[in-house]
């Protein structure tokens, strides 16, 4: 066995899901490579490189991999795919706008989300929003991963893997990076918070959002938002938890006027606890939170962050 | 320009479904089916582009079942000028969908295709890329904006994605393959007229060997199970009963 693991950037730094992606690496069992494909990436790198478990970093460091552009990372995979029985990369934005890409090439099939490995070749992966996991067989030669980062805990950082270029360039004359607009934030990143807290509807507006703030930064938290608070304006999309949005698994998520759709709790269901504000008594978040409390948001928030 | 919709029936997204007994799969029997939402989204945004006058033509193109001609229907109501069903009771995976619709683009030569982002049922989230892989074509996945500009050999797809973090704009050439978010439009509803005219709308029936793709799949489904149910908890009476909780009981404060 011998695995591929496409790292996850953010802002040209090595993204946390990568230590993910690489325990589940080693589930699977066998030799761990990382690449590492972008533009000015020597200290994601050497991030890279001291993840445990890991046998050695493959650098693309050129501009045609700048923003990782779903047409060359599809070329760079399929050049370096040969040779590893495994590629694996984060359910990512980019991750999963990149895989499928490989898998076609190769003529194999892609097994998204994967939570659990039971074996070199079955996996368990989420359906249907999350209410079913399918266990899976693949009987392809080369099997294409994408990992759901909270099903595995991160690898440490005591590794010291060697690093070596790649010398492929792929060339892309069909797309080209126009600009990005990425939300600011001083909070921890969503997908890897211990805390998070996430309005919806019930906050009413924009504005609202503010009342999260003071809480957020006391418990070191995240902020999320249900698809009714994002589909309102309230909020922007990638702040977003659910089927469509992010998966997260936090130690504690606190869902604040938020009723408990399908489709959210599909992002947030195996949080270790669940607590929910919210004024209706009925609502079907109230099914799933190990604490409740019946009541009306605009009393309860400064309460809770005056008493925290 | 023609555009290629892709349109998959699942089950309604309101749906609370049930596992079999036996652990072999999801139990559709009896229950309500729909468009994926997704790829309503992608039907509202080639009707929009025609109405524009960017689209001459709107081919909706379903794989699945006799009983997805529904959809196709539906796509047809909603707008799309004719449909091609590729019809196999066999359970496609994403790879023999996008082999088979690449075959479709071969023979239409649509100047750009648009497909959900992900089926809400094998939520893979793979079909669009695929696609765009094995026609050499460019992909904008999870657009929440789609805009064509300029004319001739210098026409370009400017694509808003949205990514963790944020936005991405990127310029594809065209033909290209855009799958599409949520936020990229309001699906409209469909008119009992427009339902009615869209029976008399062509509809061309094809299986996977008219195109000479096999739909088997090396991955097997050995089993479904319903994940782990969460233990209903209490409800607290005051906020400072919670924060004794969290702290005490769950320990996590």
């Known amino acids: 066995m011998s695995i591929l693991v496409l790292a996850d950037l953010h802002e040209g730094q090595l993204a946390s899901a990568t230590a993910h992606v690489?325990?589940?690496?080693?589930?699977?069992?066998?030799?761990?490579?990382?690449?590492?494909?972008?533009?000015?990436?020597?200290?994601?790198?050497?991030?890279?490189?001291?993840?445990?478990?890991?046998?050695?970093?493959?650098?693309?460091?050129?501009?045609?991999?700048?923003?990782?552009?779903?047409?060359?990372?599809g070329a760079l995979l399929v050049e370096l795919a040969d040779g590893y029985t495994h590629v694996l990369a984060?359910?990512?934005?980019?991750?999963?706008?990149?895989?499928?890409?490989?898998?076609?090439?190769?003529?194999?099939?892609?097994?998204s989300d994967v939570l659990g490995v039971e074996s070199a070749d079955t996996f368990l992966r989420p359906i249907y929003a999350g209410n079913a996991i399918a266990t899976v067989k693949s009987d392809d030669t080369l099997k294409v991963i994408t990992v759901r980062t909270t099903g595995f805990d991160a690898v440490g950082t005591?590794?010291?893997?060697?690093?070596?270029?790649?010398?492929?360039?792929?060339d892309n004359s069909q797309s080209r990076f126009v600009k990005e607009e990425l939300a600011q934030s001083d909070r921890p990143e969503l997908g890897g918070a211990k805390v998070v807290i996430s309005g919806g509807r019930g906050m009413g507006n924009g504005e609202n959002f503010k009342l999260l703030d003071g809480i957020a930064d006391k418990l070191g938290a995240a902020i999320g938002a249900s698809r009714a608070a994002v589909d309102a304006g309230f909020v922007p999309n990638d702040m977003q938890v659910g089927q469509t949005g992010k998966i997260v698994a936090p130690d504690l998520y606190i869902a604040v006027g938020i009723s408990g759709a399908i489709q959210h709790l599909a992002g947030m269901k195996d949080s270790k606890v669940i607590v929910a504000i919210n004024k209706d008594?009925?609502?079907?978040?109230?099914?799933?939170?190990?604490?409740?409390?019946?009541?009306?948001?605009f009393e309860i928030l400064p309460e809770l962050e005056s008493k925290l | 320009m023609k555009i290629l919709v892709?349109?998959?029936?699942?089950?309604?997204?309101?749906?609370?479904?049930?596992?079999?007994?036996?652990?072999?799969?999801?139990?559709?029997?009896?229950?309500?089916?729909?468009?994926?939402?997704?790829?309503?989204?992608?039907?509202?945004?080639?009707?929009?582009?025609?109405?524009?006058?960017?689209?001459?033509?709107?081919?909706?193109?379903?794989?699945?079942?006799?009983?997805?001609?529904?959809?196709?229907?539906?796509?047809?109501?909603?707008?799309?000028?004719?449909?091609?069903?590729?019809?196999?009771?066999?359970?496609?995976?994403?790879?023999?969908?996008?082999?088979?619709?690449?075959?479709?683009?071969?023979?239409?030569?649509?100047?750009?295709?648009?497909?959900?982002?992900?089926?809400?049922?094998?939520d893979n989230n793979q079909t669009g890329q695929m696609l765009a892989a094995l026609t050499n074509l460019p992909q904008g996945t999870f657009a929440s904006e789609v805009e064509i500009s300029g004319d001739g050999s210098d026409k370009k797809l400017n694509v808003t994605r949205e990514i963790d973090g944020g936005l991405q704009t990127v310029a594809l050439t065209l033909p290209a393959i855009v799958t599409t978010d949520l936020r990229l439009n309001e699906p409209r509803y469909a008119k009992l007229p427009d339902i009615m005219k869209a029976k008399k709308k062509p509809l061309d029936v094809k299986t996977p060997a008219d195109y000479g793709v096999e739909v088997a799949s090396k991955v097997t489904l050995l089993k479904v199970e319903s994940p782990a149910e969460r233990k209903g908890g209490i409800k607290v009476a005051s906020v400072d009963e919670l924060i004794d909780k969290l702290k005490n009981e769950a320990k996590v404060l």
């Open chain 1, 90 to 111: 984060s359910a990512s934005t980019t991750g999963k706008n990149v895989l499928p890409r490989l898998a076609a090439l190769k003529d194999v099939s892609q097994l």
């Open chain 1, 281 to 297: 008594d009925e609502a079907p978040i109230f099914q799933v939170a190990d604490y409740g409390l019946v009541g009306d948001l």
């Open chain 2, 6 to 122: 892709a349109v998959k029936r699942v089950i309604d997204y309101n749906v609370k479904i049930r596992v079999k007994a036996d652990h072999s799969d999801v139990d559709l029997t009896n229950v309500k089916m729909a468009m994926n939402p997704f790829c309503e989204i992608a039907v509202e945004e080639a009707v929009r582009l025609k109405e524009k006058g960017t689209a001459t033509e709107v081919v909706a193109v379903t794989v699945g079942p006799k009983a997805a001609q529904e959809q196709l229907r539906t796509a047809l109501a909603l707008g799309a000028d004719r449909a091609i069903h590729i019809e196999t009771d066999e359970r496609a995976e994403s790879l023999a969908v996008a082999k088979l619709l690449a075959k479709v683009v071969e023979e239409e030569q649509p100047g750009l295709v648009i497909l959900g982002k992900q089926a809400i049922d094998t």
């Open chain 1, 22 to 73: 690489v325990a589940a690496a080693q589930a699977i069992g066998g030799e761990i490579d990382i690449l590492v494909a972008g533009e000015g990436v020597q200290a994601a790198a050497d991030a890279a490189a001291k993840l445990d478990g890991v046998n050695k970093v493959r650098v693309a460091d050129n501009a045609v991999y700048a923003h990782q552009l779903a047409e060359p990372m």
């Open chain 1, 158 to 170: 005591s590794g010291s893997a060697t690093i070596e270029a790649v010398d492929f360039v792929a």
